[in-house]
């Protein structure tokens, strides 16, 4: 018997379809059960980070099957716009993908391009191959496959926040991500992603994108600075980590029941 599969609704629809802004948590520590927790969890969406973590091609598989039981919408970083790597992490089926350092109009059309088939785009073709079209068994894989991946692409530069409205303007580019962290580095502010010229530059960008007709998101463990920003209209947001979650509890064991315990507050991502 031959089966026929219908992927999950892209981040894009589930975006579009959102009645409230979508909230979620990353995944850091590379664990699937960690990844499966979070997913069980409530949480709309979680971010797969294969930048800044322990995560690469094959524990990104490994985690994708861990939460695609759960209606969450998993998101997965590139480590870098790179259209081999691209290529790679769309066939183990990541459907919807986040670049980071997105700094021009330029950097925007690569990363489309790398997402796209011919004559669309430059993406090698592979699916036969590969869990993104489920070995040939997702319906017209390779006509649809920019309608059921989704592209988020990452500010976090002072130069990409001055672009931030032609980025957001790219066809292919589905919605824009926030990075304050690496916002605040390059504006001189390294650890200060709570610095009055910081969330001004956060808010400006969210500003420009909503005008270019684009959703736009952003990173916030602070929770008063996350409601602020979704008030300026973010359509999602992250506001923890696996791996702060653990850290910050764990702490507050330690704080809780050993007297001599380091309680000094941490800095917020």
């Given at each position: 018997?031959?089966?026929?599969?219908?992927?999950?609704?892209?981040?894009?629809?589930?975006?579009?379809?959102?009645?409230?802004?979508?909230?979620?948590?990353?995944?850091?520590?590379?664990?699937?059960?960690?990844?499966?927790?979070?997913?069980?969890?409530?949480?709309?969406?979680?971010?797969?980070?294969g930048e800044h973590s322990?995560?690469?091609?094959?524990?990104?598989l490994a985690l994708l099957?861990?939460?695609?039981?759960?209606?969450?919408?998993?998101?997965?970083?590139?480590?870098?716009?790179?259209?081999?790597?691209?290529?790679?992490?769309?066939?183990?089926?990541?459907?919807?993908?986040?670049?980071?350092?997105?700094?021009?109009?330029?950097?925007?059309?690569?990363?489309?391009?790398?997402?796209?088939?011919?004559?669309?785009?430059?993406?090698?073709?592979?699916?036969?191959?590969?869990?993104?079209?489920?070995?040939?068994?997702?319906?017209?894989?390779?006509?649809?496959?920019?309608?059921?991946?989704?592209?988020?692409?990452?500010?976090?530069?002072?130069?990409?926040?001055?672009?931030?409205?032609?980025?957001?303007?790219?066809?292919?580019?589905?919605?824009?991500?926030?990075?304050?962290?690496?916002?605040?580095?390059?504006?001189?502010?390294?650890?200060?992603?709570?610095?009055?010229?910081?969330?001004?530059?956060?808010?400006?960008?969210?500003?420009?994108?909503?005008?270019?007709?684009?959703?736009?998101?952003?990173?916030?463990?602070?929770?008063?600075?996350?409601?602020?920003?979704?008030?300026?209209?973010?359509?999602?947001?992250?506001?923890?980590?696996?791996?702060?979650?653990?850290?910050?509890?764990?702490?507050?064991?330690?704080?809780?029941?050993?007297?001599?315990?380091?309680?000094?507050?941490?800095?917020?991502?």
């Amino acid at each position: 018997m031959s089966f026929r599969l219908e992927p999950a609704p892209s981040f894009r629809e589930r975006l579009a379809s959102a009645e409230r802004p979508l909230i979620g948590a990353w995944i850091c520590s590379g664990s699937p059960i960690a990844a499966e927790i979070v997913a069980g969890s409530g949480l709309d969406w979680t971010l797969i980070d294969g930048e800044h973590s322990p995560i690469g091609l094959e524990s990104t598989l490994a985690l994708l099957q861990a939460v695609a039981p759960y209606p969450i919408a998993p998101m997965v970083r590139v480590p870098s716009n790179n259209a081999v790597l691209i290529k790679q992490f769309l066939d183990v089926g990541a459907q919807n993908l986040l670049v980071p350092m997105v700094n021009s109009v330029s950097d925007a059309e690569a990363a489309v391009a790398a997402t796209r088939y011919p004559p669309r785009g430059i993406r090698g073709v592979g699916s036969a191959l590969a869990r993104a079209g489920q070995w040939g068994r997702t319906e017209k894989y390779l006509q649809r496959a920019h309608e059921i991946t989704s592209l988020s692409v990452q500010i976090e530069t002072d130069a990409a926040v001055q672009s931030a409205r032609a980025i957001a303007a790219v066809d292919g580019v589905d919605s824009v991500f926030i990075g304050p962290s690496d916002l605040a580095a390059s504006m001189g502010l390294l650890g200060q992603q709570e610095h009055p010229d910081v969330i001004a530059a956060v808010e400006h960008t969210i500003t420009e994108v909503l005008a270019a007709g684009k959703p736009v998101g952003v990173n916030a463990f602070v929770p008063a600075t996350a409601r602020r920003y979704l008030d300026a209209g973010a359509a999602f947001a992250l506001v923890a980590a696996d791996v702060s979650i653990l850290a910050r509890a764990t702490e507050k064991l330690a704080a809780d029941w050993i007297p001599t315990a380091d309680t000094a507050e941490r800095e917020s991502y």
